[in-house]
Structure formats: structure tokens, C-alpha cells
């Protein structure tokens, strides 16, 4: 066969030397990023324009003064303002494996040699169907039935288009079921179903969502009788109406509430007995377990009908069932992805497994268990000032005080302050949460960040009088 002018292009020597002095450049410069810092003093008045400047712009204020220099190394991060801080939320769970990772530059250095920069309906390039088959042979590895995966852009876009294929599968079924306090985005149909109603406010109702209570740890059985109890009552409310129910097995913006196999299987039963599609939002959790879905942790396989993931799978994706195959034309998108977000995908997926993350005794356990036991000796230390902590795996969370949501933002403000990054979680109480950079973080940085958490504790107790 005759190479591709591609093949020429990529094996051609002078490539390689590009990427190889982009990658040595790069490690040269992140030495000096080796711990925290404060901002510098002689950036103050810039760095606060250009965060005034924005927030006129974009018609709001940010969450943290955070404007980043697009500079970083492992776990931390630097700042348009000279700070550096460890980056315990990267993005909401975006950049797993930390900031300047050699693996994803050299796979975003091939998707800037690539001829365009965005992938979709019409064009894609060999990458994507690398990506879906790498999602879906991780997703039937212990017998779930999911063959396919649609690539998009966005978790909600992921969660947008597994309803659809949920619904007109159920048609004329017009009603979802979902667990009280889930997340699944921001659309108009998915703030319908994401359980806030600030979230909707002025909105007009385009979907009709029933809830059911999720799991408590502290009653299994009562939580359990208790949401058997709602979902018999809604299914026989509005009989053969419900398409689907969307399910977090662990809840992320819920506050870091993790569910129970026997909980879910109960109600598991049930939704297949009635026909009920299930789909499982693993946009916050995949990857974070002992193992890459979820529903693998929870040994739920033979249940799933749709999964959706995002985040830190950089493209997003809905994976289903052959049942679930879409009409021509129901689904589609000018953007699949960036080709960046399609190449460094695929290579974040093959990081976790490189980096042991999974198995009961894997890096996202261990990084678990290192982060309860300091949080937990600060709780010891100082009673009041931190309960919990709560998650599982590579999602861990505590509660600041009582958990009042003022306390909360200001703990993240004080540890954001002090040089880390984590954020909110939840509603009475809210929790502070960090989605960490597993594959990247040691032991002894996580003790760096409890020390900081420490610190800004304190502060906030000096502050407040608390604890
Ligand atoms: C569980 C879950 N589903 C869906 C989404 C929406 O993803 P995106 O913000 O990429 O649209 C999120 C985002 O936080 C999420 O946590």
C-alpha cells in the first residue's frame, strides 16, 4: 500500500523533533512549579482588571478570582496572577491527569498538526472511532450490552441525546424518573430534570420529571423501602408514560452521596419488570472507582441500557444498547469534538490503566484512603470544624462546620486563598469537594493539601468564632 500523505507528513523527522523540544521545553519550565505561592504583588492590579474586564463580559462574576496563565505542572496549577496552587478540582473533574501531563501535550501536539481543528457529523477523523471503541470495549468488559458510543461535545449534550434515544424508544412515553438531588446538566430538557429548582427558574416545564429518594447510608433498609415505595407510586400514577430513568450511582453536585447495589438492584428490578429504560450518568465518576464505569463498581452490568460520560474523558459520549439504535436523523451535531479532545480521550483512557488506578487496591482507593485518614485526624483534632469525609474513590468530600452554604463558599474561598483549589457540593449540608488528579498526585502532596485545608480551617474558625 502507498502511504497516506498523512503517513509521510507524521513520520516525517522533523515532527518528531517538534514534539520531542516542545515536551523537554515544557519539563524544563514546570521545575520551578513545585509548590504553592502567593500571587505577585506587582500583577495585583492587572490580574484584577482583567478579572473585572471578564465578568462585564460575560454577564457575571466568576466563582474564584481564577484566571490561569495556561501553565501547570502535575497537581498544580499557575495563575495569570503568579500564583500557583494545587489544583484539587481540575475543572470539575476535567483534567485528571493534572496540568501539562507529557502524554496529553504530545497528543494535543498531534491534533494541532491535524488539518482542522474541530471534528463532526460529517468529518471525522480515524481517532474517533479509536475513542468509541476504546469507551465501549472498557463498558462491556464484565458483560454490559453496550455497543455502541455517539460521540459530543459536552456531558449535558451526551445526557441530551440519551433521553432522546431513551423517549422515542418508549414512545409515546413522555415522563422520566430520577433520584432526588441528581445533576445531569444545564439544557432546557435536563434542568427539568436535574433536581434544583434554581437552576429553572422562569423556565417553562418541556419534560415531566418524577423523583425518587436516593439511598442513605445511615437507614439502608428504610431509604431502600422508601424509594421502592415513591417509584411503585409514580409508575402506577402515569402508566406505560415513563421512558426512562436516569440514575447517578454516586451523586456529584448532590453532595457525594454513594449509593448501594442492593438499593439499586431493588429498584433495578422493578424499572426492567415495567419496561423502563435505565441510564446511568457516569459524566462525574467514570474512572473514579476500582473501576472505569460505575456500574462496574456496583456490579450492575446487566442492567445499563445508556451510559453517558464526560469530563475527564475530554470528548463526551453516549454508549447504548442495540435496542437503543436511533432513527436516522434523531441525533446529530455540527461539533463532535475539538480533535484535541479526541486525541487526548483516548489517551487519558489509556493512562488510567497505566496508572493503576482501578481494583479494590488501586491508586483511586489508595488516594481515597490517604486523603480520609489526614481529614479525619483534623476532625479528631479539632471536633466542629470538618465531619465526614464523605465519596468514594477519586471523589472525596467533608463537610466545613454545620454545612450552611455561606460557610461552605467562604472555606472554599479561604482554601482557595491558601493555595487549593476545591469546590461546593450539595445543599444542607453543602460539602467541599475535591475531584483530585489521581494519576499525578503522591502521597505526599495529598498531605500538602490537608495540611492547607488545615489552615484554612483555622481561619475560618478564627473568623467566625466556630469550632
Ligand atoms: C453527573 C453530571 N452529569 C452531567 C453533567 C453536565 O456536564 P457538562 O457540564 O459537561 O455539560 C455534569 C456536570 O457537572 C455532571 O456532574
New binding site residues.
Partial sequence: MKPLAADNFRNDPRLAEARRLLLDTAADHQRQLNRPRPGDPERKVTYEQALADFTKVRGGGLYFPYLGSGFGAGPLVELADGSVKYDMICG??VHHLGHGHPALVAAAFDAAASDTTMQGNLQQDLGAPRLAFQLVGLARRRGARLSHCFLTS????A?ENALKLALSNKSPADRVLAFEHC????TLALSQVTDNAKYRVGLPTVLHVDYVPFFDTARPRESTDAALSVLRRHLADHPGRHGVMCM?LVQ??GGYNVGDRDFFVALLDVLKEQRVGVLV?E???FGRTTEPFVFQHFGLDGYVDLV?V??MTQA?ATLFTDEFTPKPGLISQTFTAATSAILTGSVVIEQLEKSNVFGADGRNVRVNRRFTDRLSAIAQRHPGRLSGPFGIGAMIAFTPFDGDAETAKRCAQLLFDEGVIGFVAGSDPTRLRFLPPVPVLTDDQIDSVCDIVDRALARAAAQHGKG
Avoid at 154 to 157: D, E, T
Avoid at 183 to 186: A, I, K, L, S, V
Fill in positions: 470539575i473533574g459536552s456531558g449535558a449534550m445526557n445533576f445531569m446538566g444545564r447517578e456529584g453536585e450518568d459524566v462525574q465518576t453517558t464526560g469530563k463526551c
